[in-house]
């Protein structure tokens, strides 16, 4: 038995997979030493935050769970259109999946943060983007 929680994001990562093909997506993984050339997608668990509770027989429990993603495109001439291009794919994708195959009430796209990293050992910086996706749900058990 999986949680909501846990359901939700896989559901995720699997909608984001499907939607960026030539991205690797991976879910709570390190920043590596390289990055492939249709980028690099992290996904973090994020914070579920405090939910509304409903009292009654059968309590539930209603989050708006912020998980995070990190971006990140190769060295190189192009880094600005290559993650825009993964952001538009993001959008898309969750656009045209709202509910993630049903594994959420609502999934939204809160804008990006941007960043410049520097590399390992030398070389050109990376880019990278931060957006965080609002993943509604009600589950049965907070945990």
């Known amino acids: 038995m999986t949680s909501t929680r846990e359901s939700a994001l896989s559901a995720l990562a699997a909608v984001l997979a499907a939607a960026i ?10 920043l590596p030493e390289t990055i492939a ?5 992290v ?11 409903t009292l009654g027989a059968q309590p539930a429990w209603y989050y708006e769970h912020r998980a995070e993603l990190e971006l990140f495109v190769p060295a190189g001439t192009g880094q600005d ?8 794919a993001i959008g898309a994708a969750l ?4 509910t993630l195959g049903g594994a ?5 796209p809160e804008a990006p943060t ?8 030398g070389g050109r910086p990376l880019k990278a983007a931060a957006v965080k996706v609002m993943l ?8």
């Open 21 to 30: 093909p030539t991205a690797e997506v991976e879910r709570n993984a390190a």
């Open 37 to 41: 050339a249709g980028g690099r997608v």
């Open 43 to 53: 996904i973090f668990d994020g914070d579920p935050g405090e939910p509304e509770r």
């Open 81 to 88: 259109a290559a993650l825009d291009a993964l952001l538009i």
């Open 95 to 98: 656009a045209g999946n709202r």
């Open 104 to 108: 959420v009430q609502w999934a939204e």
């Open 114 to 121: 941007f960043d410049i990293l520097p590399p390992d050992g």
């Open 136 to 143: 509604a749900y009600s589950t049965a058990s907070p945990l």
